[in-house]
């Protein structure tokens, strides 16, 4: 059974970092391909980045920059370094899992919540 737990949300004040953690289960993680998405309150879910096999991340444009991703195949982790927080970024961030670049969310996590305020 895949299994996808997503970790270390919270709240942090605008410029503030976070580090989130995705632990994955019941599959071959180091030849899977991983995103990070969110969805904050009232909007569909947002794509944020994506982490080859090889380890190659992408980024929407929104978090360029701000956000990095990386994998831990020893671990069956994959993280997204969160910097420069903006209250914009507010949302439940989601774990996936998928077969490529189009299709990248076949399972998901169950979200971990990030709040960016004063």
């Known amino acids: 059974e895949v299994q996808l737990v997503e970790s270390g949300g919270g709240l942090v004040q605008p410029g503030g970092s976070l580090r989130l953690s995705c632990a994955a289960s019941?599959?071959?993680?180091?030849?899977?391909?991983m995103s990070w998405a969110r969805q904050a309150p009232g909007k569909a879910r947002e794509w944020l980045s994506s982490?080859?096999?090889?380890?190659?991340?992408s980024y929407t444009a929104t978090v360029s920059g701000r956000f990095t991703m990386s994998r831990d195949n020893a671990k069956n982790t994959v993280y997204l370094q969160m910097n420069s927080l903006k209250p914009e970024d507010t949302a439940i961030y989601y774990c996936?899992?998928?077969?490529?670049?189009?299709?990248?969310?076949?399972?998901w996590g169950q979200g971990t919540q990030v709040t960016v305020s004063s």
């Open positions: 982490i080859s096999t090889t380890g190659s991340p």
């Open positions: 996936a899992m998928g077969r490529n670049r189009l299709y990248w969310g076949d399972y």
């Open positions: 019941g599959f071959t993680f180091s030849s899977s391909f």
